[in-house]
Every structure is written in structure tokens, then in C-alpha cells.
């Protein structure tokens, strides 16, 4: 699987929650901080975007990481697990 394909799943996967959880681009645009056109690209799988925003997305999205990486073939099993543990160690509140 491309990289461009699996955007293209990931954005795919993005765009069936954010219906799910009835936002609009605009409303979950502006919660993740992005541009809504720039959210549009990554729906589209047409633009990369950086763990901060994925972890902002899932967040906002009340889902989990493995869920918007479902049917991203190229991450087997054990890679997947690493970065759904790795996504929900950098969700938790920082302690003082």
C-alpha cells in the first residue's frame, strides 16, 4: 500500500467520524486548529498531516487512534499496537 493510499484510508476513516459524530468540517476544523480546506485535504487523503493533529482529531472525534487507521493494510499488527499505545500515552494529562 502508498503512502498516498493509506492517507487516502486514514482521510476516509476521519471523514466517516466526524459524520458519525455530526460535525461539520468548519466545527472540527476549528476544535483541531486547522484550516476546514486543510481538514477537506485530509479527508481527501490529499494532504499529510503531523501526529499533533491526528491525536487533536481522534480527541475531538471521541474515537480511538486504531479506529482511523482501520484498513491501513501496510500497519501490521504488531506496528499498530505500538502506535495506538504511543497515541494514548501522549493523550494522557500531563501530572505536576
Known sequence: MTNESILQVIGRN?????L????TQECLAELANLHWKTLSYIERGKHPFSIVTFVRLV???KT???RLLEGSDQLDEKRLKRV???LARKRQ???S
Not at 458519525?20 to 460535525?23: L, V
Open 14 to 18: 476521519i471523514r466517516e467520524a466526524r
Open 20 to 23: 458519525r459524530a455530526g460535525m
Open 59 to 61: 480527541q475531538y472525534l
Open 64 to 66: 480511538s487512534p486504531s
Open 84 to 86: 495506538t499505545k504511543a
Open 93 to 95: 494529562p500531563k501530572r
